[in-house]
């Protein structure tokens, strides 16, 4: 571990990877979080859930396992004050798991395409376990107890009512028609809601929550494994590689021959191709398709393992065709010369605004990067 994944790579780089990895933890510490309610224990878990995970591993590639672990120590202190043990008990049967898995690939130099099945492997086991720990804190019916605790929240925070009719104002929550004309009711320094209307959009958040958690989890089981799976390994070696290279330069390190690079800065790159040729071959891209459209019509039986079943397949096509997606993107704007900040940037945007998917689907379709070779005709034998 101490020549791949050494404990300091440099010292300009620990400090600037703890202070980058540690910040958005410390910011949940600042006093006053308590007057946003569960806002920013919901942010946390969203930053834990979604990119803690790949960012310790980018920083133990860029800047050397010292500062991934000042991140997540961070990361620990602030779950702990803020959710608890249960919390700190969740996030760290998901996190760590990823960790280790992603060192010993790492360490034992497994060629990348195994690297990358063992992490989305580690990401599915370690989210079923969050799952399987929830159900039983919740007493086995996660949903709904999750849809009560929301609703008990807002009825009890001194903002609750500001935050209904907001949800209200966004048409996510519903409220009847014989109480929308006196919902609010003027006091002194403002508004607040009338009790029929409050327990009305009360009963419409704990429905609002209840369907949510059962049409993301299966979904996000499936998504987040294969989508943080591979940014645990793509950029960490990459830019990981990137760093290396720029030291190798002020260090006046380089190798003669620079088609022999990885090797020769001795930076573990695991035999990864090149991100703008990824593609999926044509045989196993029809057969992702008939898994996409076959999710996304299960999804709307009234049969809940039908359902379930529609969401894992849609959920799992959708997550393959957004790599193969953002591969397009970074192609083209290769292509184009485009800064590598960019590069970046305009992948996340386009997956935010749920675009990559369609990309994906089109370059696969239509061959647009001319990757897959055309079918050979078959001989003639009369």
């Not at 370690?126 to 605790?149: E, I, N, P």
Request: glycine share 10%; charged share 15%; aromatic share 8%.
């Amino acid at each position: 571990m101490k020549d791949q994944l050494p404990l300091i790579r440099s010292t300009k780089s620990f400090i600037a990877g703890s202070v980058l990895t540690a910040l958005p933890f410390l910011f949940f510490l600042l006093p006053g979080q308590a007057l946003m309610g569960p806002l920013p224990a919901i942010y946390a878990a969203l930053i834990i859930l979604f990119l803690l995970p790949a960012a310790l591993c980018l920083t133990a590639m860029v800047c050397g396992t010292g500062a991934a672990a000042v991140g997540l120590a961070a990361a620990a202190v602030a779950v702990g004050v803020m959710m608890g043990a249960p919390g700190l008990t969740l996030a760290g049967v998901y996190v760590l798991p990823v960790l280790a898995a992603f060192f010993a690939v790492i360490c034992l130099e497994v060629p990348f395409k195994k690297g990358c099945l063992i992490l989305i492997g580690m990401h599915a086991v370690g989210l079923s376990l969050v799952y399987a720990l929830a159900q039983r804190m919740a007493g086995g019916d996660l949903y709904t107890v999750a849809g009560t605790a929301a609703a008990d929240y807002l009825e009890n925070w001194e903002m609750g009512d500001t935050m209904l009719y907001s949800l209200y104002s966004m048409g996510l929550i519903d409220l009847s028609s014989d109480l929308a004309d006196s919902a609010l009711q003027r006091v002194l320094g403002g508004y607040r809601l009338s009790a029929a209307a409050r327990a009305d959009m009360l009963l419409s958040v704990r429905g609002l929550i209840t369907t949510l958690f059962r049409q993301l989890v299966p979904n996000l089981l499936v998504s987040q494994s294969i989508l943080g799976g591979v940014c645990c390994m793509v950029p960490p070696l990459r830019f990981g590689f990137l760093a290396e290279e720029k030291r190798a330069f002020l260090r006046d390190d380089l190798p003669e021959d620079r088609e022999a690079g990885p090797q020769k800065i001795r930076f573990p790159d695991l035999g990864m191709p090149p991100f703008s040729q990824w593609h999926l071959p044509r045989g196993i891209g029809w057969q992702v398709g008939v898994a996409l459209a076959a999710g996304y019509f299960l999804r709307m039986s009234d049969n809940a393992v039908m359902n379930t079943a529609g969401a894992l397949l849609y959920a799992g096509a959708t997550s393959v065709f957004t790599i193969q997606g953002a591969a397009t993107v970074n192609f083209v704007q290769k292509a184009r010369g485009s800064r590598r900040l960019w590069r970046v940037v305009v992948p996340v945007l386009l997956h935010l605004v749920s675009l990559l998917t369609i990309i994906g689907i089109f370059d696969q379709i239509s061959n647009f990067r001319r990757l897959r070779k055309p079918p050979e005709p078959k001989e003639d034998i009369l």
